[in-house]
């Protein structure tokens, strides 16, 4: 295992081989005292990473001490991509609706409004904008699919990514 100078841990592994490059990405942001909405607290993301032709399998998770779930949830596909930049094929398999959806439903609208969010009749900010415009750009560059799989339900690799999500957020805790 090694740590970057951003907070982030990595670990490679060897694997089965796959059919397509994979990303599971699963989130964490939840050291729960007493949760109130909104509230910033410790948080983890993780991701793992399956290249098929080479078998070679990267776990890498990261954390920040104040933070928000949705933060959390969008670092991992970003991540993954800046680990595999020459990889043009891409399934991202998720327990995320907000990454999925957003990547293939919203972020044209966001664009298309200035990247500001539609609120009833006014246009406000986006929230994470940063993290969705560095989104954008690598979707812009990728062939992508998302895969949305229910997180706690079985799901090895996303449970596996729950796991590293929850022992980074605990270093930050």
Not at 7 to 18: F, I, L, P
Not at 70 to 94: F, G, H, K
Not at 132 to 143: G, S
Not at 159 to 164: G, M, S, Y
Request: hydrophobic share 35%; net charge positive.
């Amino acid at each position: 295992m090694t740590r970057s100078a951003d907070g982030s841990r990595s670990a490679s592994v060897n694997h089965e081989r796959r059919g397509s490059r994979r990303v599971f990405s699963a989130f964490r942001s939840t050291l729960h005292r007493r949760r109130l909405l909104g509230q910033s607290r410790p948080g983890g993301w993780a991701y793992i990473l399956k290249h098929p032709a080479s078998g070679k399998v990267v776990e890498a998770s990261g954390g920040e001490s104040c933070t928000t779930n949705n933060r959390m949830e969008l670092q991992p596909s970003s991540r993954a991509w800046l680990r595999s930049n020459a990889v043009r094929s891409v399934e991202i398999v998720t327990d995320s609706e907000y990454v999925a959806r957003g990547s293939r439903e919203w972020l044209p609208g966001w664009k298309r409004n200035g990247w500001r969010r539609r609120e009833g009749k006014k246009l406000k900010p986006l929230k994470n904008e940063e993290q969705w415009r560095k989104l954008d750009e690598l979707l812009a560059l990728h062939d992508v699919r998302f895969t949305v799989v229910r997180g706690h339900a079985g799901h090895i690799e996303n449970e596996r990514c729950d796991e590293l999500a929850v022992a980074a957020a605990l270093e930050f805790a």
